[in-house]
């Protein structure tokens, strides 16, 4: 069978998945970041990388890796702005994360000294929120989009997390 991205949800609106993965592999010190957006149903936008620091915990590197997401978004908000095709402006860019600590902590509205070693990128991140251009709402880890360009996945798990969002037969 043949699969391919199909382009064809309505209304036509844009919204992301987002995952870090925390040092997986012991012969790696880098953390992964990666998202995937998508538009009309489709993908449009990805990336895996490794980040560039070297991160203590998995609440700074999903930190990084929202900073890294709020830029994206914010950027494919204004580029779909600047096409003229009738798409509406909106109100934020609904991010999907499977962290629920990194969601209850960027809507406190209090900053504890406890998480110092990721002051700024909370700042960064609450900034985003508050400008309305990303809105972050939890996903199961089953249906993350992301999770296969994270970690390895069983082949079935990759398939079941694919096949719904990203690819179609066609």
């Known amino acids: 069978m043949n699969y391919g991205i199909l382009y064809s949800g309505f209304p036509i609106v844009l919204e992301g998945y987002c995952d870090a993965n925390w040092i997986f592999d012991l012969d790696e010190i880098k953390s992964t970041t990666s998202y995937v957006f998508t538009l009309g149903g489709g993908v449009v936008a990805w990336k895996s990388s490794k980040q560039t620091l070297i991160v203590t915990s998995t609440m700074e590197s999903e930190f990084i890796t929202l ?3 709020g830029q994206e978004a914010e950027w494919l908000r204004n580029f779909l702005l600047a096409i003229p095709f ?3 402006p909106t109100p934020s860019v609904s991010m999907h994360c499977d962290c629920q600590a990194v ?3 960027t809507k406190n509205k209090v900053f504890n000294g406890k998480n110092r070693h990721i ?3 909370h700042v960064i991140v609450k900034q985003v929120l508050k400008d309305e251009i990303i809105s972050i709402d939890y996903v199961k880890l089953e249906v993350n989009l992301v999770d296969p360009l994270t970690k390895p996945l069983g082949g079935k798990l ?4 694919s096949s719904g969002k990203i690819l179609k037969p066609i």
């Open 103 to 105: 969601i209850l902590i």
């Open 158 to 161: 990759i398939l079941e997390t």
């Open 86 to 88: 009738g798409m509406q």
């Open 119 to 121: 002051r700024l990128r």
């Open 67 to 69: 900073k890294s997401v």
